[in-house]
């Protein structure tokens, strides 16, 4: 099946694969589970760090730390994903980067929207709880078909973001068009739609690899793919509910 999560590609599968299929251990869901836990606890640990300091100093304290959790947490998490055999070392730094990025991001939202950052990882974490339970219970269905899909529909995300950015720095006004009203409204919507349907093809992924018998050191790499969908899907649905609440 190929897979719409790009820390899922087939040449990273491969290098896990090649390097980890023979040690005598075979990874699990529940130490999946378990690595993934341990992740988005740094995750929380750094936020709540970020959070801490720009209470105490003002927003304009965490500007670095922001700066450092962006561009820090893509660089490492490119790094995993080109260099899968290193996620023991590099998820937990990713975790902690991104938090100090997410903390600093939610700080900013509450600040304006009070509680919304809160309703967002409540939300967040319900929607992951559902798609396992409805991926462990067999109602859904991750074909190669779907997996496609949400792949088409990633790029073209992409696509549209930096377009956006790229407008919105030219000055040119379609690029603040493409965030606001119904079209806004639209590729938000969208965005947390193909995160979820990305959790599906994760776990599907995740069931592949069980059953292909990986070694369980490729859990960690594993579970940082989760907690990336999982960053994405919060960023997501933090957006909509300010969208909401204007």
């Given at each position: 099946m190929k897979t719409s999560n790009p820390t899922f590609s087939r040449s990273a599968i491969a290098r896990l694969t090649a390097a980890n299929a023979s040690d005598g251990t075979v990874l699990t869901f529940p130490g999946i589970a378990r690595k993934s836990l341990v992740l988005l606890l740094l995750v929380i640990v750094s936020a709540a760090y970020t959070w801490r300091t720009a209470a105490l100093h003002g927003p304009e304290a965490i500007g670095t730390a922001a700066a450092i959790g962006c561009i820090g947490g893509l660089v490492v998490g490119l790094l995993t994903i080109f260099s899968p055999t290193a996620a023991p070392i590099t998820a937990p730094i990713y975790a902690v980067l991104e938090g100090l990025a997410i903390g600093a991001i939610s700080f900013i939202?509450?600040?304006?929207?009070?509680?919304?950052?809160?309703?967002?990882?409540?939300?967040?974490?319900?929607?992951?709880?559902?798609?396992?339970?409805?991926?462990?219970?067999?109602?859904?269905?991750?074909?190669?078909?779907?997996?496609?899909?949400?792949?088409?529909?990633?790029?073209?995300?992409?696509?549209?973001?930096?377009?956006?950015?790229?407008?919105?720095?030219?000055?040119?006004?379609?690029?603040?068009?493409?965030?606001?009203?119904?079209?806004?409204?639209?590729?938000?919507?969208?965005?947390?739609?193909?995160?979820?349907?990305?959790?599906?093809?994760?776990?599907?992924?995740?069931?592949?690899?069980?059953?292909?018998?990986?070694?369980?050191?490729?859990?960690?790499?594993?579970?940082?793919?989760?907690?990336?969908?999982?960053?994405?899907?919060?960023?997501?649905?933090?957006?909509?509910?300010?969208?909401?609440?204007?």
């Amino acid at each position: 099946m190929k897979t719409s999560n790009p820390t899922f590609s087939r040449s990273a599968i491969a290098r896990l694969t090649a390097a980890n299929a023979s040690d005598g251990t075979v990874l699990t869901f529940p130490g999946i589970a378990r690595k993934s836990l341990v992740l988005l606890l740094l995750v929380i640990v750094s936020a709540a760090y970020t959070w801490r300091t720009a209470a105490l100093h003002g927003p304009e304290a965490i500007g670095t730390a922001a700066a450092i959790g962006c561009i820090g947490g893509l660089v490492v998490g490119l790094l995993t994903i080109f260099s899968p055999t290193a996620a023991p070392i590099t998820a937990p730094i990713y975790a902690v980067l991104e938090g100090l990025a997410i903390g600093a991001i939610s700080f900013i939202t509450n600040a304006r929207y009070h509680g919304l950052p809160l309703q967002a990882a409540a939300a967040t974490l319900s929607v992951a709880a559902v798609c396992f339970a409805l991926f462990a219970a067999d109602r859904i269905e991750v074909t190669e078909s779907f997996a496609e899909k949400v792949a088409i529909g990633m790029m073209g995300l992409v696509v549209v973001y930096a377009l956006e950015i790229v407008l919105r720095l030219a000055g040119v006004p379609f690029g603040t068009a493409l965030d606001e009203g119904v079209i806004g409204f639209g590729i938000n919507a969208l965005s947390i739609g193909l995160a979820i349907a990305c959790l599906f093809v994760d776990f599907a992924e995740i069931e592949s690899a069980r059953r292909a018998k990986l070694s369980a050191r490729t859990e960690w790499y594993f579970a940082f793919s989760v907690i990336v969908t999982l960053v994405w899907l919060y960023l997501a649905i933090l957006r909509m509910l300010r969208r909401v609440r204007r």
